[in-house]
């Protein structure tokens, strides 16, 4: 059974970059076609998609967030990151990484539990 | 970017009952709809895509129908672990969008 688990501070200094890791465990991480998705949620509002890549390095990211986020693939250590510049209040939000596959490219079958991060001074 | 517009936003109804929620799209997105279920402080759970086809493992309960711009979830009789909110999400193109969510409380 494929599992992500996303891991990262809890907590980020406003203007600092957020980094946060997804471990993918019980598959492949660099399988064909899997696509790999980072999906954010604010305290008490709806979900927020923030980008997807896939196993190939291709990327594909929200153009509100396109100029600070950077998602990349570790083979190597069977994880995906995300990293966001310059963070602001608005970043504060528990962060999921997901997996979508294949023509459902867009369609999140597995998700990791969340990790909430809170931009802070 | 395609607006997704989710209704009602809450909805208060019974175990048994039959309810149903509709999602529109600011333009036509085929049968690109995803839907799914949130519990509190869990993570989203996929329950249908492609509008109408339920992913493996969701009881039978759970339908979706629609295609072009208007869409419409249904549970045919509410359970107990039901209680939840419900996202739709296009999946027709970049970027992603969801719609705000319906609430469904007892």
């Known amino acids: 059974q494929l599992q992500l688990q996303e891991s990262g501070p809890g907590l980020v200094k406003p203007s600092e970059t957020l980094s946060l890791s997804c471990t993918v465990s019980g598959g492949s991480i660099s399988g064909s076609p899997h696509y790999w998705g980072w999906i954010r949620q604010p305290p008490g509002k709806g979900l927020e998609w923030i980008g997807s890549?896939?196993?190939?390095?291709?990327?594909y990211y929200s153009p509100s967030l396109k100029s600070r986020v950077t998602m990349s693939l570790d083979t190597s250590k069977s994880q995906f990151s995300l990293k966001v510049n310059s963070v602001a209040a608005a970043d504060t939000a528990v962060y999921y990484c997901?997996?979508?596959?294949?023509?459902?490219?867009?369609?999140?079958?597995?998700w990791g539990h969340g990790t909430p991060v809170t931009v802070s001074s | 970017d395609i607006q997704m517009t989710q209704s009602p936003s809450s909805l208060s109804a019974s175990v048994g009952d039959r309810v149903t929620i509709t999602c529109r799209a600011s333009q036509s997105i085929s049968n690109y709809l995803t839907w799914y279920q949130q519990k509190p402080g869990k993570a989203p759970k996929l329950l249908i895509y492609?509008?109408?086809t339920l992913q493996s493992g969701v009881p039978s309960r759970f339908s979706g129908s629609g295609s072009g711009t208007d869409f419409t979830f249904t549970i045919s009789s509410l359970q107990p672990e039901d209680f939840a909110t419900y996202y739709c999400q296009q999946s027709y193109g970049t970027p992603v969008t969801f719609g705000q969510g319906t609430r469904l409380e007892i």
């Open positions: 890549m896939y196993y190939t390095g291709n990327t």
């Open positions: 492609a509008a109408s």
């Open positions: 997901a997996r979508a596959s294949g023509s459902n490219w867009l369609v999140f079958e597995y």
